[in-house]
């Protein structure tokens, strides 16, 4: 992916999230994350059905890289199992963090495959990856 290709996906998921925008409904649940290093401060939804992620949602303050980095997971993980949304996340993290990884699963998310030469922005790219671990391991 070229870096012009990657700097567009990133502004336009950063200026027009999807699935931006919290509802009020007790199926889904509910997680807080933050980043001392950066103004992230953003919610999570997620509704689960049946093992499957039905919906993910989030809203709150956050950087460019959190806001488009929590677009792009809530559309990536949609409609998966947990296992497959487990094994986004470790795919993700393995890109985050410079371990093998398999880039076909990450689609649009492999924008962020340079994100280690700025040891400051991991954190914002991984919140919304970290949000939604932490849900899936409370409802475990």
Do not use: W
């Not at 012009?4 to 999230?17: C, D, F, G, T, V």
């Not at 809203?59 to 460019?64: L, S, Y």
């Not at 492999?110 to 919304?128: F, M, T, V």
Request: with cysteine; glycine share 2%.
């Amino acid at each position: 992916m070229d870096e012009n290709l990657k700097r567009s996906i990133m502004i336009e998921h950063y200026q027009n999230p999807l699935n931006r925008g919290l509802v009020n409904d007790d199926s889904y649940k509910k997680v807080n994350m933050n980043s001392k290093s950066c103004i992230d401060n953003l919610d999570y939804q997620v509704k689960i059905e049946n093992d499957v992620i039905k919906d993910v949602k989030f809203d709150g303050e956050a950087c460019a890289i959190s806001t488009s980095s929590s677009s792009i997971m809530t559309e990536l993980v949609k409609g998966k199992t947990i296992k497959e949304v487990e094994n986004i996340i470790e795919n993700y993290e393995n890109m985050i963090n410079e371990k093998p990884y398999d880039k076909e699963l990450l689609k649009e998310a492999n924008c962020y495959d340079e994100i280690y030469k700025q040891p400051n922005r991991k954190k914002c790219a991984l919140l919304p990856y970290e949000g939604l671990k932490k849900i899936l391991e409370e409802n475990k």
